[in-house]
């Protein structure tokens, strides 16, 4: 039997982060239009073998604060080869006019490879707007600008920034546990009908725009009517696809 070169679990892990590709920024929203809580669950797969498990969820655990964390688990022989739990969550509160602010970003590996990161989002009022520095795992600080988000927050502000504006391209800032910035630019592509294990949808395709030779491409298909919620997202580096694939969804969002 062949064996299959499974990836680094750093690979697992940012197939189950968007993929690192769908990441979105700050962008304000009414108050009212936020995304109603939800807990999603998807299978991982590398090409169309299952590897894994992925739970996102979202919720508010009191007035003016929000929750957001990602669970993933292989199995089967991924189980065996990567022996990983990975856990991220961000966490902050919602500004009067709907803005998600970070104040904390946890992530952690459980298993053969024990790490926890911890990035924190400290503001204040510099008297011409907000300034935002940034305190990284070892006590570094870094001043960044006001509207850097996490990593994993941008996905959910995706959701919304699909929701709330008619835009085609959306570019963002992204801070990583490590302290890099990045800057992100997302672009919607049409909608088409996909088959998921939750069922059929007519979906709104979103790409990532790298730079000109990159051999690395994202993309999603997310739900208009569940707050575009992803119903598939594929990542493709290095001759290796990982794909997410969306397997039951439960909560107010699907009301």
Do not use: C
Not at 13 to 29: K, M
Not at 228 to 241: A, F, K, Q, V, Y
Request: no cysteine; glycine share 10%.
């Amino acid at each position: 039997m062949k064996t299959v070169p499974f990836p680094l679990p750093r690979r697992l892990a940012a197939a189950a982060l968007l993929l690192a590709g769908l990441l979105g920024a700050g962008a304000a929203a009414a108050a009212d239009e936020r995304i109603p809580a939800f807990e999603a669950e998807y299978v991982v797969k590398y090409g169309r073998m299952p590897i894994g498990e992925g739970t996102l969820s979202l919720s508010y655990p009191e007035d003016g604060r929000y929750r957001y964390r990602l669970y993933v688990t292989p199995r089967g022989i991924a189980r065996l080869l990567i022996g990983i739990d990975l856990t991220e969550v961000s966490a902050g509160r919602i500004g009067p006019d709907g803005t998600l602010a970070p104040e904390r970003y946890v992530h952690r590996r459980e298993g053969r490879s024990e790490r926890r990161e911890t990035v924190r989002f400290e503001r204040r009022d510099s008297g011409d707007g907000e300034a935002l520095r940034l305190r990284l795992p070892g006590g570094e600080v870094k001043a960044v600008a006001a509207d850097t988000v996490d990593r994993l927050l941008p996905q959910l502000l995706m959701m919304r920034d699909l929701e709330a504006s008619g835009r085609e391209a959306f570019t963002y800032r992204v801070v990583d546990e490590d302290g890099e910035l990045s800057d992100y630019t997302l672009r919607r592509q049409g909608r088409e009908r996909i088959s998921v294990k939750a069922g059929e949808f007519r979906a709104e395709r979103i790409r990532r725009i790298r730079g000109q030779g990159s051999s690395r491409e994202t993309r999603a298909w997310v739900d208009p009517r569940r707050h575009n919620l992803p119903l598939r997202i594929e990542h493709t580096t290095d001759g290796r696809t990982f794909v997410m694939e969306l397997e039951a969804v439960r909560g107010p969002i699907t009301e």
